[in-house]
């Protein structure tokens, strides 16, 4: 639930009690060229789409995504959600480096509150704020990758075994 200019909204519940990961996520976008387009859909109180751009070069790859509104202003936070495995063909493991000012804490339910406390130590599922650029995922002696992004806010999500994300957001988790 939120407000937006005095008027209440409910997102439907996907992940019960909560309505997390927006109105996209479980949704399939359209392929046109290198460009990914998704309307906002039904349960998003206004018209809008999101663009998700990728362009491969040999020694980068550039993925910006944008959300549009159509008639009217509205709130808005994006984040995407890269997901990288912890181990290459070969068995290198992945070690993720990165330098954080804090995080905001969680309450009883997982959901991170406006509070910024002190790192603490993994696993997480958190949202990290002053994150000096730039992070870094290695594969031991295998391939490295640098995550740089203009969002303010990052989440982490390493608790599965086989996989972590590193997700720039536009906002903090629960905006609004």
Same mark, same amino acid.
């Given at each position: 639930?939120?407000?937006?200019?005095?008027?209440?909204?409910?997102?439907?519940?996907?992940?019960?009690?909560?309505?997390?990961? %927006?109105?996209?996520?479980?949704? &399939?976008?359209?392929?046109? /060229?290198?460009?990914? !387009?998704?309307?906002? +859909?039904?349960?998003? #109180?206004?018209?809008?789409?999101?663009?998700?751009?990728?362009?491969?070069?040999?020694?980068?790859?550039?993925?910006?995504?944008?959300?549009?509104?159509?008639?009217?202003?509205?709130?808005?936070?994006?984040?995407?959600?890269?997901?990288?495995?912890?181990?290459?063909?070969? %068995?290198?493991?992945?070690?993720? &480096?990165?330098?954080?000012? /804090?995080?905001?804490? !969680?309450?009883?339910? +997982?959901?991170?509150? #406006?509070?910024?406390?002190?790192?603490?130590?993994?696993?997480?599922?958190?949202?990290?704020?002053?994150?000096?650029?730039?992070?870094?995922?290695?594969?031991?002696?295998?391939?490295?990758?640098?995550?740089?992004?203009?969002?303010?806010?990052?989440?982490?999500?390493?608790?599965?075994?086989?996989?972590?994300?590193?997700?720039?957001?536009? /906002?903090?988790?629960?905006?609004?």
């Amino acid at each position: 639930r939120f407000s937006w200019q005095g008027k209440a909204y409910q997102l439907p519940i996907n992940h019960p009690p909560h309505a997390i990961h %927006g109105t996209v996520f479980q949704r &399939s976008w359209e392929v046109e /060229g290198e460009t990914l !387009r998704i309307d906002l +859909g039904p349960d998003w #109180p206004w018209a809008g789409k999101a663009i998700s751009r990728v362009q491969l070069a040999p020694d980068e790859l550039v993925w910006s995504i944008e959300v549009h509104a159509q008639d009217a202003e509205m709130p808005a936070v994006i984040g995407w959600h890269p997901w990288f495995r912890r181990q290459l063909g070969r %068995g290198e493991p992945l070690d993720l &480096s990165f330098d954080a000012q /804090g995080m905001m804490r !969680r309450d009883s339910a +997982g959901i991170a509150t #406006p509070d910024i406390v002190g790192v603490s130590r993994g696993p997480w599922d958190d949202c990290f704020v002053g994150v000096a650029e730039p992070v870094r995922l290695i594969w031991s002696n295998a391939l490295s990758l640098t995550v740089e992004s203009d969002c303010s806010y990052w989440v982490i999500y390493d608790e599965p075994d086989h996989a972590l994300c590193v997700e720039p957001q536009s /906002g903090p988790p629960d905006a609004f």
